[in-house]
């Protein structure tokens, strides 16, 4: 707790290329069906890959994601995004990718076309 006022959290907003649907359930509610596909997982990644160096970049001590499965990285502060511990961090962000049950995603601004 005596860290939360260093703590700077960010969003990556995306546009989504590939949408989804709302529709009525048989019981009058609504349901979602929507997927990230490949082409927007790639955009989230790339986004996140970014905030992650700008984070570092404005002297971080530390970064992560909501990833499951991928630990806090502790910057070193003599390399920051030099360091080849860095670059394995981003390589494992992206192979765990942001499937279903492995990170928090969720939609802001929702806008669409009708």
């Given amino acids: 707790m005596l860290d939360l006022n260093h703590i700077v959290p960010l969003i990556v907003l995306t546009r989504d290329r590939d949408g989804g649907s709302i529709y009525c359930g048989d019981d009058g509610l ?14 989230l990644t790339e986004g996140i890959d970014r905030s992650l160096r700008i984070l570092v970049a404005a002297g971080a001590k530390a970064v992560w994601t909501s990833q499951r499965g991928l630990e ?33 995603v969720g939609s802001a601004h929702q806008m669409g076309t009708w």
């Fill in 72 to 104: 806090e990285f502790k910057v070193n502060p003599e390399l920051g995004q030099n360091d080849p511990a860095f670059e394995k961090f981003i390589k494992q962000m992206k192979s765990i990718g942001f499937g279903p049950g492995i990170a928090q």
């Fill in 30 to 43: 609504p349901r979602i069906d929507y997927s990230v596909s490949k082409h927007d997982h790639v955009s």
